[in-house]
């Protein structure tokens, strides 16, 4: 009998008609570790929360159908009971934890549900240890990196000892690096201690092998749902769904007889053709970010050095020019000083020494508010740029402000974005990408010549990454020079010209994509990684399935010629 | 957020409760006393002791704040205070209307006065830097756990929107809102769209809170109460010598050995009122000599 049984689930929200789950079926055996994928408003959270009893005993709306936990209606169970059985990690850790200090947090579910002190301490020892932070258990939870901050989430959930996870995005916050390690961590207690897993995740190419099932939502519906990962590739390539990650559908695009979940294994079949090194793939033509400090710079940073006030010296002599039509991405680990050169650019932060020119004018001498029409800045959260009641108004606002007239632009920018449906809806009430496309909209609108883009891709999935990607790239035809920081590779291959590496505040290196990503071990993308020694400038899932049909084509050649 | 930051020493070792009890102690004494030798016998104690934990440093910023606010509470009051018998100092404001008199007992007045407030400061001081605020809030919890969970749910949301209405004013300002506009209405409208957002994220957030505090079964039934802190015989002294002392305190105000009267002129100062207040202070930096012998003799810290 299977552990966790959906069955003819359905369920709508209170207050709205539409179903956010839409006769759902399925069952998930004790120990399993199941990937969820799907859209942006596709019911994957919605089906989480139900799985955890949190839907409808804590949303209430309408409900129909059955979610059984070992055999018993989960809504039925005791709330206490369900907490010791079912337990569910969120997508921001600020947002899930509520007390000062690690310790009391790990310990708050254990006394929520009337543990003795002596169970206690035994668990919060244990649970301590194997998350790793016995270090910190006395530190304010404030202190911590977001990472950690989503370690100590998992181990108050832990410590309540669960026999089921359920992880909603839990690294979409996050980091490569801390989601790296909070996804190891997963698989280690899926593995080795046989807890249940549930995960919605977008970083599929991080636990698409690690699935022992696959459900696909789409629109409140499970479209599809299989034990093998190839399947749901071919499915999905076949359903011209994004939901798989590069490596697999390059392989499933070609009509590949094996579909890799790992580089290592599309490696160990691409090692059949090492010794055909294709010499019919087209190098793409390489666009270079060079010419520095030419007159046609829009945006000039000159021999830049920026300390913030408590001594830290966040740049250290950056020299850099973006001329229209530059697409330029700038990764580097955390603490670099990415973000830190993005607000020096529009003002935000003036130099300490050199100087940065933009619009023609030094940033020392003007205000960000003056820069403002010349330069559009978009935060990581668009949460923080909207709050005026309708999409209307939100770009309208950006005119306003600015003294420039509304006539029009308003109606033209809703239109480019594909906003004008929405244009008396709330922003915030509306989905993560077509948020994201009201604030670019309500930026764009004084028609910048530079975009700065903070970590725009952070928490979007593959389709809504794609929208985003090809937005850009609209932009920058039209000119406007795009300088976003991402440390999502794979974005960066696909739609960039150029990147610039950044560490400790200085550029280390800077050129074009293909020079930069493709002789990088750590610094590629995974199509990268997959081709590497075997084909030089593969970056994108297109180049992929091109050098890989070259290679299949020069290898039927050769065994025909034999 | 934190002040607080844990050392390698005794005093941070001690029991939560056995420094609470030391604060309060303090905090009680400088209210009961008024002679200015108990006082400063107090002000050298949990001086001694704040210096005992490392945290020399933290006091003198609170140190230079106080001497600020000694200067102008002696000052007002020796201009304003028109008690006292031995005249130091007459100033004619307006010649042959209007004078003032400084004397030397508003100006001791003013002295006591200042020791006081450096004192209660000091403890504070102490009480910020020592005491770690999570454990506070475990001791609490056992009185009312809902009412812990909103100051510690406070203080975790305080440091938070700040961060969240720094980045948030950045980003509007990218967007041309004028907060450096001359007119100051200007700049309170401008405020608008900050605090809008920064109210609409922080709903946002505590609807996730609420989410969560569910997912752990918050409110499903009574609660425990979690505690790692031992009692050990370093507490168990702190606390005899410290309620001695306090009682001991309490009964020389009885007695009025620790009460001072400044006017109309300066009381004497008597051998055995110095004597008594060299013992009770001496009695209050227990914490710090156990610490001194705790950090000397490194086998005495299991046994104590």
Partial sequence: MAYIKIEDLSYSYPETESLALDNIKAEIQAGEF????????????????????????????SCNGTVYLDGKPVRNIDRRQLSQKVGMLFQNPESQLVMTGVEREIVFGMENIGLPNKLMRRRVAEVSTALGLSGCMRTAVSALSGGQKQKVALASILAMQPSVLVLDEPTSQLDPVAAEEILNMIRHLNEENGITVIIAEQRLERCFHLADRILVMDRGKLVYQDRKPKAVARWAVKNNSPFIPPLARVFAGVNYPQVPATVKEG?????????????RYEHPEEAKLENFNKEKNI?????????????????????????????????GDNGAGKSTLLKAMNGLHKPGKGKVIAAGRDTRKVSVEQLSPYIGYLSQDPGDHLFLPTVREE??????????????????????FHLTPYADINPRDLSTGERQRVVLASVLASKPSVLLLDEPTRGLDYSLKEQLGNLLLRLNEHGTAVMMISHDLDFAAEYAKNILLMSEGSIIASGNKYEMLSNSTFYSPQISKLF??????VLTVEEGKKVLL????????KALSL | MYSYQERDNLIYQLHPATMIVFVMAIFILAMVFSHPVYLLGLLLAVGIVIVASGNFGNWKTYLRFCLMMALFIILINALFSPAGTTVLLELQVI?????????????????????????????????????????ILGILGRFGNKSVLVISLCTRLFPLMIEDYKRIAEVQRCRGVNYQSAKWWDRIRNLLPVCSVLLLSSLERS????ESLYARAYGSGSRTCYNREIWRLRDYLTLIVIVIAMLAGVWTAWMGWSTYNYYPKLNEFLINETVTAFILSLAFTVPAILNWGWMKWPTLRSKI
Avoid: H
């Fill in chain 1, 550 to 557: 070259n290679l299949m084509e020069s290898n039927e050649v």
């Fill in chain 1, 299 to 331: 945006l000039d940073i000159q021999k830049l050095w920026f300390s913030y006030p408590n001594g830290k010296e966040a740049l250290k002599n950056i020299n850099l020019g973006v001329q229209a039509g530059d697409f330029v991405v700038i990764i």
């Fill in chain 1, 267 to 279: 490696r160990q079949i691409l090692g059949s053709y090492s010794n055909n090194k294709c010499s």
């Fill in chain 1, 34 to 61: 199941v990937l969820v994928v799907g859209g942006s408003g596709s019911g994957k959270s919605t089906l989480l929360r139900a799985i955890s009893g949190l839907i409808p005993n804590y949303y209430k709306g």
């Fill in chain 1, 532 to 537: 590497s020694n075997i084909e030089d400038d």
């Fill in chain 2, 207 to 210: 609807m996730q809170q609420a």
């Fill in chain 1, 395 to 416: 770009i309208d606002f950006t005119l306003k402000n600015l003294g420039l007239s509304t006539k029009g632009v308003t109606e033209e920018m809703m239109e480019q």
């Fill in chain 2, 95 to 135: 010649p042959g209307f209007y004078s003032i008199q400084v004397t030397k007992e508003a100006l001791a007045y003013g002295m006591g006065m200042s020791i006081r407030l450096m004192i209660i400061i000091s403890v504070f001081c102490l009480y910020t830097y020592v005491i770690n605020p999570d454990k």
